[in-house]
Every structure is written in structure tokens, then in C-alpha cells.
């Protein structure tokens, strides 16, 4: 994430709009301060809120910031009489666009000012350095998002290794022109906050140590109605390729009444990668796809009862595919998913042999539907989990882990 520095501060506020309009209009009486717009011998009639006493403009201009309702000033110089020192009469107004706009309210009254202060996003290079200004219209006040390495109230100022701005065990160089990350090996990025193959690296994510069946993740009830067609897509990172356990990433179990059965299981090693569907005792359908290095790779699996035709996509591409997966069935809603176990009992029931670590897994998701390929090459490229027919989500998850780290981005 990159550093976002919030102390807001106010400025005279107003439109710089107007202040063109009434330049081009008034131009002869028009002049500007660096933050508000006056024009001399105006004053805008009809909608004053507050009147009294001012030592002079600039507390007039202040005693309007200090009202959220106030969008312009009248301010007229007391007579010259002895000591009257820029002493006058200040009238705060409060009004829309249209009201300044509409040059029938602003009238002439010698001696007078009126005022429209410019403040914030308003006006240009709040923020240096490419930061984006963000306004706050209730509290009418702004702060700058800054980009890396500028930081501090107008991103003017230089972030240095002192704040510790490189991520995920990089070093920090400090130069001229900031500061400078050197990644360690599986991230990227200017604070080397991305990572390889994970482009959901915004979501929280779960670090499996070892496989024990301690370490799982679970949500029950899961899933809310019968499905006849799913997709269910995760990233995963193994750690240990040698290990010889079923690796089982992903299952879902209900009750309808067998032991040694999921109703959907994805398990990573079996040699090769196996789904199945039903599973009942019988053995998995072997995708042929195998992840075989320590990095974060894609998985989604499809499948559709019609002709049981499923698919198989690892890093966005369709690896393989095929038909005769327990066709005509329906998978039973009300079950429980299990991440990082396998189910011989709905929410229970691992075993060492079938679990799942070490490693680390994020965003598992699963829709009610097959997802086209676009759909999931999205997902894979810039973490864009479309949001039709999502049937359990990732956050669901947050509340039910056992046994693991869970990493916030
Ligand atoms: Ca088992």
C-alpha cells in the first residue's frame, strides 16, 4: 500500500470557477490573494447568515473558514475616523454556485469586498508530485495520497529507509531521489509489496507450517443451494514439492450421508493434481496438471452436471478438461468447506496423510456457475473476482482458522 498521509488542513475555500468567471466578467476590479478571490466594491446580497465586527478581511476570511456553512464573505472598512485601522463590518454567507453565478446578487456598495476563498483540491498542486488530492466536501477539508517515496502533508518531503518503506524482507537503499527497494526473490514493485504470481496480494493470507490436521481454515453452511454447476479458484504456494501427502487444498462435505466423502475435494498431489466430485470412495479424476516449484500459481476448477464436463485452469489458462464427472448429480447445499483438510465428516474427519502444508493459500472462492475463461484469466491477472453468482468468499474464512498464520496485506 503506499503511504497515505492524512493530517487535513484547511484553505480558504470556494471555486476556482468563479473566480475565472468573475475575472473575465469584472476584470478591471478584480483582484487575488493566493488562496481566496475578491472583488471591491461588490457585495453579494441576500445571503448573509452572520454579521458583526471584523479587525479586517484576512479575520473575516478566517471566521468564514472556521463555518462549514460559509461560502463567501462581505466585508466593508468602517468610515475613516480616527484609529478605525482596516476595522469593518463582516458578513458571512452561505449560498450555491448559482447565487455568485448569477451576477444579480452581487451588487455595488463602495468601500466594500466580496470574497469567495479557494481552498483544497481546488486549487492547483495541493499535492506535489503526482499525490492525488482528496476532499472531504462535510468536513471541507483535504488531504494528499502521496506516491512513493513522497510523503508529508502536500507530498513534498522524501521518504528515507528510516521509515522502513521496502516490504517483504527487501533492503532499502537511501539516494537522491528517495529511497530504493531491491526485492527479496518472489516480490516486486516500488516497496516490493507485489508479488510473483499472487496478484491478489491486497487479500489476508493463511500460512500452513507443516501438514498436521491441526491447520485448516473452515466455514460451514457454506453453500446455500443445490448446485448443478460450480467454480471454485484459489492461490496457492507450496513450500515443500517433495512432501508425499494428498496436498488436499479445498474440500466440501454435508450430511446427506457417506464417511470417507467429500462432495467436491481439490488435492494437490496426487502425483498429479485430482478433483472430484461426489467423491463416495471412489478415486479423483487426475487433471494431469501438477505444480511443481515453490511459487504462487492459480487454480480453478469447473464443472457442470450436464455431460459432467469440467475443466481445469491453472494461472489463468485452461490446462485440461473432460467429461463424465458424475453427470446429472447435484451437489447438496448446506455442507461445510474446509481449506487445507481433506472431510471424511462434514467438518472433520482429517488426516495427516490428506492435509495440506507447508504452504500458504489465499482468495478461495466459489460461484454457483462456470466461469468463462475471461472471467478467470482476470482473476488471475489482476485479482478481479467477479462478484455473479459468488457463492462463499474469501472473508468468510477470516473468522473460522485453526492452526494457521493469517498474514494481512
Ligand atoms: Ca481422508
Known amino acids: 500500500m503506499e503511504p497515505v498521509n492524512a493530517p487535513p488542513f484547511v484553505l480558504f475555500r470556494g471555486l476556482l470557477l468563479y473566480a475565472i468567471f468573475i475575472t473575465a466578467l469584472e476584470s478591471s476590479t478584480v483582484s487575488r490573494s493566493a488562496y481566496f478571490t475578491t472583488l471591491t466594491n461588490k457585495q453579494l446580497k441576500g445571503f448573509v447568515v452572520k454579521r458583526f465586527e471584523s479587525l479586517g478581511q484576512i479575520w473575516c476570511s478566517q471566521s468564514c473558514l472556521k463555518n462549514a456553512w460559509c461560502t ?14 482596516g476595522k469593518g ?17 452581487l451588487q455595488f456598495e463602495e468601500g466594500a469586498s466580496f470574497s469567495v476563498p479557494l481552498k483544497g483540491c481546488q486549487i492547483t498542486d495541493s499535492c506535489k508530485n503526482g499525490g492525488a488530492c482528496l476532499y472531504d466536501e462535510k468536513k471541507q477539508t483535504y488531504s494528499c495520497k502521496c506516491k512513493p ?3 508529508g502533508e502536500t507530498c513534498a518531503e522524501l521518504v528515507t529507509c528510516d521509515s522502513h518503506p521496502c516490504k517483504n524482507n527487501a533492503t532499502c537503499t537511501d539516494g537522491v531521489d528517495g529511497y530504493n527497494c531491491s526485492c527479496a526473490p518472489g516480490f516486486y514493485g516500488t516497496q516490493c509489496e507485489k508479488i510473483e504470481g499472487l496478484s491478489c496480494s491486497s487479500a489476508y493470507r493463511i500460512i500452513f507450517k507443516q501438514s498436521t490436521t491441526e491447520s485448516y481454515a473452515i466455514k460451514a453452511n457454506a453453500i446455500s443451494s ?10 496457492v504456494k507450496r513450500k515443500d514439492i517433495n512432501s508425499s501427502h494428498y496436498q488436499c487444498v479445498y474440500s466440501y462435505a454435508e450430511a446427506s450421508g457417506y464417511d470417507i466423502g467429500n462432495a ?40 457442470r452436471s450436464t455431460n459432467g464436463a469440467w475443466q481445469f485452469y491453472l494461472d489463468g489458462q485452461l490446462q485440461s478438461n473432460g ?24 467438518g472433520g474427519g482429517f488426516q495427516t496423510a490428506d492435509s495440506f502444508g507447508p504452504g500458504e493459500v489465499t482468495e478461495v472462492n466459489l460461484w454457483s456457475r462456470v466461469l ?38
Open 226 to 235: 443445490n448446485l448443478t454447476e460450480f467454480t471454485v479458484c484459489l492461490f
Open 323 to 346: 467429461t463424465g464427472l458424475k453427470e446429472n448429480h447435484q451437489i447438496p447445499a448446506g455442507g461445510t468447506v474446509v481449506i487445507g483438510q481433506d472431510q471424511d465428516t462434514v
Open 89 to 105: 463590518t463582516c458578513e458571512l454567507n452561505k449560498h450555491d454556485g448559482s447565487a455568485v453565478k448569477e451576477n444579480m446578487f
Open 72 to 85: 463567501s464573505t462581505n466585508f466593508k472598512l468602517a468610515p475613516k475616523i480616527a484609529k478605525s485601522d
Open 264 to 303: 467436491i475435494y481439490v488435492c494437490l498431489n496426487t502425483p498429479n493434481i485430482e478433483i472430484n466430485v461426489d467423491n463416495r470412495g471412489y478415486s479423483g479424476t487426475n487433471t494431469g496438471v501438477k505444480i511443481n516449484d515453490t511459487m504462487w500459481h492459480h487454480i480453478c476448477v469447473t464443472w
Open 372 to 409: 468463462s475463461a475471461s472471467d478467470i484469466a482476470a482473476q488471475y491477472a489482476n485479482c478481479h473476482i467477479t462478484k455473479v453468482g459468488l457463492m462463499h468468499w474469501w472473508e468468510q474464512f477470516k473468522d473460522g482458522v485453526s492452526g494457521v498464520t493469517v498474514v494481512k496485506p
Open 149 to 151: 517515496p513522497w510523503t
